[in-house]
């Protein structure tokens, strides 16, 4: 069985532009979650989705956004980037909101 | 503040030499505790969940203990395929949201 799957794997933007992500859950997992981790750090969590609502929101500025669409896959859009946006970002599934977390093997972004 | 801090930040052992990796935590409420390992360019996978102090898992040669203030992780006769980084992350009970220390990078060498 697939895990979950991200895509792009690399990226790299310029600062003020947009960027969007992807993210496959699990095939049966109906919740996403999107963290944030920077090099040396542990993962950030950024939002939780299940069932298309959003379940939970971490502490970041509102030019992170997310949503999931029926099939449960999610997308996690970024505006106006800074360089302190550049980090590996994370997708990870689960069966229900505090399910054990299955992650994929991230998303780099890298702002010049 | 809910905080969850790993030591040492970066350990390097010889083959067969046994260790032992810290997570302490200072939460408002726990409503688990999780361990993962992280290969460089990989997600975290999955070791280990504890729910209670005393409680112990074993899986190869890894072992996680739990006490009411920190996590253990003893890694006995490690092998060069142990070497990545380990995370160390706290479920709280007032939400379903994960609290991550910064983990430990272990590095074996043959």
């Known amino acids: 069985d697939a895990g979950v799957t991200q895509s792009p794997t690399h990226l790299i933007k310029t600062r003020g532009q947009h960027v969007t992500l992807r993210c496959s859950p699990i095939?049966?997992?109906?919740?996403v979650s999107w963290y944030q981790q920077v090099l040396g750090q542990g993962p950030q969590f950024i939002f939780q989705y299940y069932e298309k609502e959003e379940r939970g929101r971490g502490n970041f500025p509102d030019r992170f956004s997310a949503r999931q669409f029926p099939n449960y896959s999610s997308e996690l859009n970024v505006n106006a980037l800074l360089l302190g946006d550049s980090a590996l970002y994370l997708c990870a599934s689960s069966l229900d909101v505090g399910g054990l977390l299955d992650f994929g093997d991230g998303t780099r972004l890298s702002i010049l | 503040e809910d905080q969850v801090t790993q030591s040492p930040e970066a350990l390097r052992l010889q083959e067969g030499e046994s260790s032992s990796l810290n997570c302490s935590y200072t939460?408002?409420?726990?409503?688990?505790l999780f361990w993962y390992r992280q290969d460089p360019g990989k997600g975290p996978e999955f070791l280990f969940t504890l729910y209670s102090a005393g409680e112990e898992k074993e899986k190869e040669r890894l072992k996680a203990t739990l006490t009411k203030k920190e996590s253990f992780l003893h890694i006995t006769a490690p092998k060069p395929e142990d070497s990545a980084t380990y995370l160390c992350a706290v479920k709280l009970s007032s939400n379903y949201q994960l609290i991550w220390g910064a983990g430990t990078k272990l590095i074996i060498k043959p």
């Open positions: 939460v408002s409420g726990l409503r688990g």
């Open positions: 095939s049966g997992h109906k919740s």
